[in-house]
């Protein structure tokens, strides 16, 4: 047996290549399983002072992070997704349970899983179950119309709250 031919495919080799797709794996996936920080949160605005508005097209099948300002300073960070009826779903990332450990969710096989305690959440019971607080990510109430998603200014200052230290 030619001992080259066994270094390559055997244990050693098979180890090796399994390391590296590992490693490779964590590093395109951003790290976000181990860290829970969203990738690249869009920052918003409002264009009157009342109203955020996401395009429904900007919103997909994944979850996409955003960001508002709010009045008094304070980042405050919210998620959307669209269920595959196109319905669309959007909550803060932050609960009124675990909130003060600022840790938020990561979306994982659609589900919404909390970085502090590890609950898990449907993605498309978003919006809809999570109505009363407790350990959800926390509610926040949204308008469609004609293709946009409408978040008012007043209910990201409301849970400005939910995000301490982000002055």
Same mark, same amino acid.
């Given at each position: 047996?030619?001992?080259? %031919?066994?270094?390559?495919s055997?244990?050693?080799?098979?180890?090796?290549? %399994?390391?590296?797709?590992?490693?490779?794996?964590?590093?395109?996936?951003?790290?976000i399983?181990?860290?829970?920080?969203?990738?690249?949160?869009?920052?918003?605005?409002?264009?009157?002072?009342?109203?955020?508005?996401?395009?429904?097209?900007?919103?997909?099948?994944?979850?996409?992070?955003?960001?508002?300002?709010?009045?008094?300073?304070a980042?405050?960070?919210?998620?959307?997704?669209l269920?595959?009826?196109?319905?669309?779903?959007?909550?803060?990332?932050?609960?009124?349970?675990?909130?003060?450990?600022?840790?938020?969710?990561?979306?994982?096989?659609?589900?919404a899983?909390?970085?502090?305690?590890?609950?898990?959440?449907?993605l498309t019971?978003?919006?809809?179950?999570?109505?009363?607080?407790?350990?959800?990510?926390?509610?926040?109430?949204?308008?469609?119309?004609?293709?946009?998603?409408?978040?008012?200014?007043?209910?990201?200052?409301?849970?400005?709250?939910?995000?301490?230290?982000?002055?």
């Amino acid at each position: 047996m030619n001992t080259s %031919t066994r270094i390559t495919s055997g244990f050693p080799a098979r180890f090796l290549r %399994t390391a590296l797709t590992g490693v490779l794996i964590f590093f395109a996936s951003g790290s976000i399983a181990l860290w829970g920080q969203p990738p690249n949160p869009v920052p918003l605005s409002s264009a009157d002072g009342r109203l955020v508005v996401i395009p429904q097209k900007d919103i997909g099948l994944d979850a996409r992070f955003f960001t508002y300002k709010t009045k008094s300073n304070a980042l405050v960070g919210f998620f959307a997704i669209l269920d595959r009826g196109k319905g669309v779903h959007v909550a803060f990332d932050a609960c009124d349970v675990c909130y003060q450990a600022r840790k938020g969710y990561r979306i994982v096989n659609g589900f919404a899983v909390c970085n502090n305690c590890g609950q898990s959440f449907p993605l498309t019971s978003i919006g809809k179950d999570n109505l009363t607080g407790g350990c959800w990510p926390s509610y926040l109430p949204i308008s469609v119309k004609r293709g946009l998603v409408e978040i008012k200014t007043a209910d990201l200052d409301k849970k400005a709250y939910l995000f301490p230290g982000t002055r």
